[in-house]
């Protein structure tokens, strides 16, 4: 089944501890999106790839970065994690706009939880 | 500034009922409206959606209604079933970017 992958699950980082969380996805889209999510929150958009356009949303922080190699893989790296940023991290994909099927429908992969101690 | 508003954090039904969900929003440019349910360790699941030009979209047991005036939409669900307890999140997009809502738990009473 065409699917979207986040690995690993679960992640438990030191506070300041790089960490790298990773997304792949076999639907071919061409929209690549990185969430994150608190209790009892809304998702909040970080960043998304464009193909191979990235696009940062004003308000995230400079210390998440992503990465996107190729169409299937995309990458969130957290340079140095701090308490605050334990949260759900949820990547989701969608077709180009334009087209004429759900375009604007989100996929979502089933996320990383990130612990911080 | 939050533009997508679900404003009951939780609902409790009885099975076989209606559950009827909620949501407001407060950009003009929204062009385009999703409902995601979220099981807990899960990621949203896409669930309805309905574009702007219409008022209502029906799925099986899901309906989706829009009142553009009002910048209203709600999620009906008829008959309830206790797999339909979950988070449920509004979504609204234009330009491709979702906003969310802070979402709706729904509880299905046996």
């Known amino acids: 089944d065409a699917m979207v992958i986040q690995n690993p699950r679960y992640q438990v980082t030191q506070f300041g501890k790089p960490v790298t969380l990773s997304c792949s996805q076999t639907?071919?889209?061409?929209?690549m999106y990185w969430y994150q999510q608190k209790s009892s929150q809304a998702p909040k958009l970080l960043f998304h790839?464009?193909?191979?356009?990235?696009?940062n949303e004003a308000d995230t922080p400079d210390n998440f970065q992503s990465r996107r190699p190729n169409t299937s893989f995309c990458f969130l790296d957290i340079r140095s994690p701090g308490l605050g940023d334990a949260a759900m991290y949820l990547c989701?994909?969608?077709?180009?706009?334009?087209?004429?099927?759900?375009?604007?429908?989100?996929?979502f992969g089933p996320g990383t939880r990130l612990t911080v101690l | 500034d939050q533009q997508v508003k679900q404003n009951s954090p939780s609902l409790s039904v009885q099975e076989g009922r209606i559950s009827i969900l909620n949501c407001d929003y407060t950009n003009s440019m929204f062009d385009y409206f999703l409902w995601y349910k979220k099981y807990p360790a899960e990621g949203p699941t896409f669930l309805i959606s309905i574009s702007s030009i219409k008022d209502k979209n029906e799925d099986g047991r899901f309906t989706v209604f829009l009142n553009k005036s009002a910048k209203h939409l709600s999620l009906h669900i008829v008959p309830s079933q206790p797999g339909d307890s979950a988070v449920y999140f509004c979504a609204a997009t234009f330009d491709y970017k979702l906003s969310f809502g802070a979402g709706t738990t729904v509880t299905v009473r046996a």
């Open positions: 639907l071919n889209h061409n929209v």
């Open positions: 989701a994909t969608s077709r180009r706009p334009g087209e004429r099927e759900g375009r604007d429908t989100q996929y």
């Open positions: 790839y464009y193909d191979k356009d990235f696009n």
